[in-house]
């Protein structure tokens, strides 16, 4: 698949998010979660050191993951708020992290999933 007919179906992908469910765009609440947010994953004898950069403009928030220890940024595909929770898709992995905010806003607690879902803490930086 060339880079354009690539975007076509990342944009594609995107649109149905959008239709399909609770707006990925940022509700009120979404501002919360934009800065810098760091933790480990530990997958079996393996811990990776994460860096999660949200930011939001024009209503739309956006992001990338950072693997320190795997010298990768991973681009958020789409990013979705509702009610305290957060849903991030990273397509070009097959990712997903899913997460809620704590009550005073300084942590993320939830889940990686690549095929197996992992445990997956975020504290704010």
């Known amino acids: 698949m060339n880079l354009a007919a690539t975007r076509r179906a990342i944009i594609g992908l995107a649109a149905a998010f959008a239709l399909t469910g609770p707006a990925w765009a940022q509700p009120p609440m979404a501002q919360t979660y934009d800065g810098d ?13 994460l860096e999660l950069h949200l930011k939001t403009a024009n209503g739309v928030t956006a992001g990338e993951l950072n693997s320190l220890d795997q010298d990768a940024v991973i681009p958020a595909t789409a990013v979705k708020t509702d009610g305290g929770e957060l849903s991030i898709m990273f397509l070009a992995v097959g990712g997903e992290l899913k997460a809620k905010l704590s009550p005073d806003g300084k942590t993320l607690d939830g889940t990686w999933s690549q095929g ?6 975020l504290t704010r930086k």
Not at 37 to 43: I, P
């Open 37 to 49: 947010w760091a933790g480990t994953l530990k997958a079996g004898n393996q811990n990776l050191r």
């Open 116 to 121: 197996a879902s992992l445990p997956l803490t």
